[in-house]
Each structure stands twice: as C-alpha cells, then as structure tokens.
C-alpha cells in the first residue's frame, strides 16, 4: 500500500493492520485516554525497596510485560542497563522495552535481545551498536520508531500500554515525589517521564539520592509512583551533554547559519514574542547566535526557546532576549543549573511539547524550527534516521513535532557531505513529511518549498541566494555524481510511525556485506 | 440498610444502588481511570472566545449537562453565577452543578433551581441561603456532599463526569496556560480545579488578566484547556478570607489550644519531620501557634504544614519550623504572595492532597490534624455538616481526609456551644467516622478513643486533664440538659458520601414551621 509520501507499506506489521500517513494533519483521534487502573495507598505503608530485584518480586515483573524507560541521562543512562541485568538473572524472556532513546551506552541490550529477554523495542531515537545490530535483522520484530510527540501521544491513546515504567530519578523522597535538579547526578528535566509515570500501570523510582519528605520542587509527584529503590548508580549527567554544545567554527557551517538567520529575518517571524526552537549542534548554536545578534541590534523580546537546552538558550533568555524556556530535556550542566534558578525555565513533559493530540501543544506555538537532516529529497521529505549505508543512526525525536508545530521551518545542512549529496531525488527513510518543510538551508544556497512561495517574495533583496530545489539537486548531482541505491533486503526491522501514529515509512534490513 | 456507623441508608438514591459505608479503609478501588475522549488542537487555531455565551454555543452546552466549578475565590467567587446567568437565559435545563463548595455569594442559584436550570448539586460544602433551601427541600434531587479527596477521586475514577469545566483563572495566556498568583485578582493554589482540568470533556478558562504568551509558571496548562474567555470580573480575591484569621481572643478557646498543644506534644509526634494539618478559624491558629513556641524552643523542624494557607502558617514556615508548605487552597492574600515568592511553599491539586484512590496523597503523610466538629458522639463520629437544627451548613471538605490520613487526629471543640451539648449520644449527620479519630480536646477535658489506648499512658503526668468520654458526655448533659432529637421528614435531601464513594449518611429534610 502507498501513503501520502508515497512509500510501500505492508499492510500488517507485528499482526496488526497499518494506519497509512495521510499527511500531517489528515488523521484525526477517535479513541478515549488510556485508563489505567486505579490504585490505593493507605497510610502507613511504605514505598521503600532494597534493591532492583526486590521491585521484580513484588509487582512481579513476568515474560512479555512493556518496560518503560527515559532517556535523560542519554549516553550516560545507568538505568536501563541494570533493570534489563536483573530480568535476565531473574530469567524473564520476551520483554519489550519502550526506551525514548536508546544509545551507545546501551549496548549490553544486545546481549538481551540474543538471549531473548527482550524482543520488542519501542522508541524514538536509537545510535550506536543496538541500532546497528537493528539495521541487521538482530531483532525478530520490527522496531517502532516514534517522535518524542508521538510517544506521549501513544501512551496517552492506549496505543502503547507501559506495564512497569522506570523512572531515573536524580532527587526523591521516600514516598516517590521526584525532580532532576537536586542530588549529585541532577540531569535537569525529567519531562520525556512525564507520560510513563501518568500511565503505567505500576511506576518504579530509582534513584541514588533520597532526601526528607516531601521534596521540593516536584517534577513527578507520590500520586503516581508506587515503589522508590535507592541504587548506587543511575547515570552520569556528563553523558547528557549531546556532542559538541559550542558554536561551530567550520566556515561552511557559519556560512550556513548565516543564511538561516536572514531567512528567519527576512520571513517577518522575528518580532516581538518570537519563539524559536533549535538542536544543541554547532551548526544550530550558531543560529541562535547570529539571531541573538539581531534580536539585540533590533531589541527583539522572544517569547520562548525550546529544544534541548544548552548554556547558549540559557545565556539568550538570562540576558532577557526570550521570556522562558520551555524544557523538556537539558543537553548540559548550565542548563540544569537553570532550571533550578530562573522562574521563567520551565519543566514541561512530552505531551504538553509535543502530542498530536491534546487540546494544544508547545510546538503548535512555535515561530520558527530551525531542524538538521541526513538527506533530504525534492519533495523537502526529510530523513534523520537512516546514514546513506541504509543503517538506523538516529530517529525523529521532536523533529517531526517541531517541523509540524512552526509557522517556519527550517532545514539547515550542508548540501554534499562527505562527499555525498544530502539532497537527493529520493531519501532512504522519510521521518518528516516534505509539507512541514518552508526552507532548505545549504551553503549553496536557500531553496523554498513551493508551498511557500510567499517567502520567496520576502527573500527579495535581503542578499539571500534563492534557487529552485530542482537546481540546488542538479548542483548537488554535478558535484556528488548520481547518489548510489542502499542495498536493503525485504525484510521490515523498523517501522517509522509519524507523529499521529499513522506509518509514514518503514525501514528494511540492510544487505550483510 | 445499616452502615458501618450504624446509619439508616436507602438502598437506592438517585436512582443508583448505593454503596455502604464499610469503614474507613475496607472499600478498595475496583475500577480503572476516568478516559475522557482524546482531542486535537491545530497549529494556528485560536482558543480565544468573546463572551460565555459564545462559549456556550461553540460547545455547545445543552440541557442535562454536568458544569464544573471551584471555591478559591469562596465567598468572591464571580463565576459560577455568571455561567448560569447565560445558561439561564438561554433557556437551558436540568444541569447538574458540580461545584467543589457553594457559598452565600451564589444565592442566585436558588432561582435557577426554582426555574429548572440546575437540578442537581455535587458539592463539598455548602453554606448560606443555598444550603438552607436544600435542607428545605427545593431541590427535588438529593444533592452528593464529598470530600475534597472524595470529589478527586470521584472525578478521577469515573463516578463524576463534568462535561463542562470552568475554571476561574485570575491569569491566563491567550492558548489556556493559567495560574492564580498572577493578575489583580491573583487567588492562589488552583488545586481545587486540577481534576477538573484533567477529566472534564471540555476544559473553558474563565479570566479577567490574559498575559502574553507563554504564562509562567503555569497551574494548569494548555494541554487541557479549550477555551479561553476574558470577562470583566472572576471574583474579589478578599472573599477568600474565611472568617476570622486571627488567634483568637477568647479564653475558653485558649485553653482549648493550649490543652491540643499539650496533647500532640505528650503524644511523641511532636519531632523533626513533623507535619501538621490545621483549619484557618481563630482556634486552629490558637493551636498552630502554641506548637510553634514549643517547636523554637525545642528547635523541631518540622516538614510540612497543610489545610487552608494563613498567614500564620506562612511566617511558621518563613521562620524555618518547615520545610514546605503544600496548598491545596489559599486563605489570605499573605498565602498568595507566599506561594508566588518561597520555593517551599508548593501548589497541590485536590487527588494528591487528598484522594484515597491514587498511589499516595499527602494526608497519608500527616503526623497530626487538628480539625474541628459541630457534633461528636461517644463513639468519636463527627458532624460538621448540619447545625443543631439539622439544617446544613458546612460539610467535610478536607475533614474526613485528613482525619483518615493523619496519625494523630484532634478535634478541638467547646464542650458546650451556644447552650448546646457538642458531645452528644448520636450526632445528627456523620460526616467523619470515630475510627479515624484519637483525641477529642474540649475545655473540660481530654477523651481519647479506646482504639488509643496506647496515648492515655503517654498522657500521664503531662497536665492534661484526661477523662473517658462518657464522663465528658455525661458533664455536658448535665450542664445542658438531654439534647433533642432533630424533627426531619424522611425524605432525603443530601447524601453525604466519605471519600471512598461509600454512603456515610443522609441527610434529611428539616420539618418546616
């Protein structure tokens, strides 16, 4: 079956019927919240448990049950690990882990997922030698990739059903009220948790950090979190920081920046209340950057920044160029020190970012989404997903949210890298729809979405260099030669769920060389 | 049928089989959440209105319908009548108003009850002209009296469903974000309207102070809410001030506090960490005033204070006797700055204040409630819903809550009041069962219930005039006389329901002379 971006679809996946896509805002909802079932605490009784394996007794933890896991700590989660170490001590098989992110810390997953412990992952973003490992066929079932809107959506809507979510938490207290900003490994905001803990069926705290009742702030409150287990380790907040958080000093990258900067200028968002959201790369911090610049130079108030938070966002909205930040993940420590001081940093959960499908999320309010790309095609579909071998090497995160939710949205990337186009007639894997995509941002030039030819009007005169995306794919191919096909088998080992949860694409095994 | 208490209960009310009252833990949930249906907010559309009427059409409202409301503005409150001031005049019937208290102020209600609007009521306490007619009988349908954890939980697990919410918001953004410590008529804590924003089918805020986007910090957000509507006036903030909030004067109320003091400190609760429910009345304060000289010269830090916010309970916590403050609802304006200044003083919605059917509230945390009655028996039952004539005048809010919650419960009472024997041998209505309460303190004495038996040793020797409460009975007979029975019909007028949703008793109609 075809869906709107016109890709092959399997009609069933996993035993069960595809929704087709059928664009952004096509799919309506026509169910009711999940209704998770209602529980009793009487006074008295404690929450307290002595270790991992203790908390697998008393729920108990058996075969086939979803395991709820977020990914705050990042490439620095101790959690995940350990639960999955005692569920195979303990002999439990056919789990599937519903993880926000899974990375390269996450490796002994593999392990896992050979010894069949687990056999189902669902999540929104996956790197390293478990996504590898995916590419190849390790995993009997395909992998549900979502957005970070879209999951919260799906736990929600009854669509993903958490038996047992584990909540990593860096402060609690003994009867489960929990935040990010206080104990030794503080990782800020713990808002990808939000929706595990108002629907999983049992809600597990870890933490390596109990202070006096009650504690203050709380993120996650007592109301839904039924046992707390003190743990030696749950992470380490220096894996939270994504890469590189410094303005890049790549030329090509600046000249780049530059460009998306007059773009969002001359498009007439960056005005009083302007909202912005941008990634924590190089290349994104030198946007805000150069928009810091003119918002200063024009004495521009922002409304709010989202996104991962850096010190850059956080440095913008101290010296009062935005009004708040709205903070569903921290990318470094200043962040989290933010969070703790600024009245205007706020904590907010995945739903209240990003879903579809409540009464208004955070994106739906943004100016302006300045998003990366792996490749991205004639029709502006974009992929972060798959590299250009075909093996899974990211996810959509919030980009298919923000690029929905933005009255501007902005792909910046370089047009060839190494050495290859990463504007191409066809994408291998389609994240985010062309529809939600204004402006393609390259060091070659800025190519408009034609359904936005009201911008083109707009870039008249503002020393923007505006070409077709037919000709900037034309260049592209004079300078890379035509992009080779990536060699994949039938076989469907990822399902690429738009934010809706509608299937926008699938992801195929990779050949073994 | 008989209760647990012994109560007289229809088997059927309203049409539905009622549930007995079986103790105050022995009814365990058996249910799943409440799962209101799943909507969709685009980017771009506006959830501005112009006026409640075409809040009304937009909807639409119709007859039959339930309507949402809470008390933090008490007896200011602007909105309620305004919304059915509109449904009145346009012509709709039969709504059912689940109002979390109704106050003098809405004594327009009684016209739209004579007239067919409203013919039902779903409250938490009532008092005033309102409460008076009920007990007269104009409302043809029993009205439910809950608790604040009862209405939370009924909400919450299905029992109510409000098609409608409207939240009074002293500030608000243009897309539904709200709090109320902003605005000229900033109330404090929204707690009260949290499961109401979270299950009602449509969530319409109600406000005379619209910010710029986005509101910070937000009560209830976006995610829930609907609609917004700016109207002229939402209520007189000094119409929170509930009665006197002042340590009383009067000695008999004195001694009164001074023997509570004396009980909680003899009892051993009175150590760092100790937390503390009390009311805002001039007694209360008396109370919390005399455990704050204790705990300075003691130097006890205690965790947390509850009930109604005061300004006597915002400078105990600004002196340091602890640590938090969690407000479910704010009694003086010193409250609202409060919760808008200190980081300690948290906002708290009704479900984890109070609900028995979550995975912990705080009352389960309480180390002693201090609450009042209007009657109590010898088997420590306790009114605060009908006067000595029966006909109503409060009911039990937060009080069965905190009295089921806390380890220590203390009723505070004069032994005689107005002539009148507090301590009787049946209480007219049982709003709050005697196994949940320990001590009662009147200026005669101290009686402890049997089931403490433990606290009668610890009282030795401390100076607190302990005797049994049938000696105290027979004192107060002997000064007042036998007490006369209540002349009622039979018909039943208000059923009142503990906070598990079990019947606790009824209330009948007062004969008319």
Redesign the interface.
């Given at each position: 079956m075809k869906n709107a971006v016109n890709r092959d679809i399997p009609e069933y996946i996993n035993g069960k019927k595809v929704k087709l896509f059928q664009g952004a805002?096509a799919t309506?909802?026509?169910?009711?919240?999940?209704?998770?079932?209602?529980?009793?605490?009487?006074?008295?009784?404690s929450?307290l448990m002595d270790s991992l394996e203790e908390v697998f007794r008393k729920i108990p933890i058996r075969n086939g049950m979803t395991l709820g896991f977020h990914h705050h700590f990042r490439n620095g989660d101790g959690v995940l690990n350990q639960v999955l170490e005692v569920a195979s001590k303990m002999g439990i098989k056919d789990l599937t882990i519903a993880a926000s992110a899974i990375f390269s810390v996450h490796a002994p997953l593999l392990q896992h997922i050979k010894d069949g412990v687990v056999t189902h992952i669902d999540t929104n973003y996956a790197v390293g030698p478990v996504a590898k490992a995916i590419s190849q066929g390790l995993l009997k079932n395909p992998v549900i990739f979502r957005t970070h809107g879209g999951r919260a959506r799906a736990i929600?809507?009854g669509d993903l059903h958490i038996d047992v979510a584990f909540i990593a938490a860096p402060a609690a207290d003994e009867?489960?009220n929990l935040n990010g900003i206080k104990g030794e490994t503080a990782c800020g905001s713990l808002g990808y948790a939000f929706p595990d803990a108002e629907y999983a069926d049992v809600?597990v705290a870890v933490t390596d950090h109990i202070e006096?009742?009650?504690l203050?702030?709380?993120a996650i409150?007592?109301?839904?979190?039924?046992y707390v287990v003190k743990i030696d380790y749950i992470g380490d907040p220096e894996g939270i920081v994504s890469g590189t958080t410094k303005i890049t000093k790549d030329p090509v990258q600046l000249k780049i920046a530059s460009y998306a900067a007059k773009v969002i200028e001359a498009s007439g968002v960056l005005k009083d209340?302007f909202s912005f959201q941008t990634g924590a790369g190089g290349a994104s911090l030198a946007v805000a950057h150069y928009l810091s610049k003119i918002m200063k130079e024009k004495n521009i108030k922002g409304?709010?920044v989202m996104g991962g938070i850096t010190e850059y966002l956080v440095k913008m909205y101290e010296e009062g160029l935005f009004?708040?930040i709205?903070d569903v993940q921290d990318f470094d420590l200043d962040a989290v020190r933010s969070l703790k001081e600024n009245?205007?940093h706020?904590e907010?959960?995945a739903?209240?970012y990003a879903?579809?499908?409540?009464?208004?999320?955070?994106?739906?309010?943004?100016d302006c989404a300045v998003l990366g790309a792996t490749e991205i095609d004639k029709q502006f579909n974009v992929n972060v997903i798959t590299g250009s071998d075909g093996v899974i090497m990211g996810g959509s995160g919030g980009h298919s949210d923000a690029a929905?939710?933005?009255?501007l949205t902005i792909i910046t990337t370089n047009l060839v890298r190494s050495r290859l186009a990463v504007l191409k007639d066809r994408v291998q894997t389609i994240t985010t729809p062309g529809e939600s995509i204004d402006v393609l941002v390259t060091e070659s030039g800025v190519a408009v979405n034609t359904k936005r030819e009201d911008l083109i009007d707009k870039f008249k005169n503002s020393g923007i260099p505006v070409m077709s995306i037919d000709e900037m794919a034309a260049l592209a191919e004079q300078i890379c030669g035509k992009a080779m096909a990536v060699d994949t088998e039938d076989r469907v080992v990822g399902v690429v769920e738009y934010r809706d949860g509608t299937v926008i694409d699938v992801i195929r095994k990779v050949k073994s060389n």
């Open positions: 805002f309506q909802p026509d169910m009711h919240r999940q209704a998770p079932i209602v529980k009793c605490a009487k006074p008295g009784e929450k929600e809507c009867y489960g809600v006096p009742y009650p203050a702030p709380i409150s007592q109301e839904r979190v039924d209340g409304s709010f009004k708040c709205m009245e205007g706020l907010v959960g739903g209240l879903s579809p499908y409540n009464s208004g999320c955070i994106v739906n309010k943004l929905a939710g933005a009255s």
